[in-house]
């Protein structure tokens, strides 16, 4: 599968692996704890879908950078 959008200016956006999403906030544990969740399976399921977002509205905001490039 290909997780790469281009645009037609030849920029590129390639989608992040969710562990390069938390890696800045030094691992998963963390990156749990910053938004008030516990290392548990709920958790990390919650963390997951927090993680997905941020990666959506990356992706869209790709997206609303390059609506007008031709």
Same mark, same amino acid.
């Given at each position: @599968?290909?997780? =790469? =959008?281009?645009?037609?200016? $030849?920029? %590129? ?12 906030? $030094? ?5 749990? %704890? ?5 290392? =548990?399976?709920? $958790?990390?399921? *919650?963390?997951?879908?927090?993680? *997905?977002? @941020?990666? %959506?509205?990356?992706?869209? %905001? ?9």
């Amino acid at each position: @599968m290909d997780n =790469t =959008t281009r645009c037609v200016c $030849g920029k %590129a956006w390639v989608e992040p692996s969710r562990n390069s999403v938390v890696e800045p906030f $030094g691992g998963m544990h963390i990156f749990l %704890a910053s938004y008030g969740l516990k290392p =548990t399976p709920d $958790g990390y399921e *919650d963390g997951k879908v927090i993680i *997905d977002a @941020m990666i %959506a509205q990356d992706r869209e %905001a790709f997206r609303m950078e390059h609506q007008n490039c031709r």
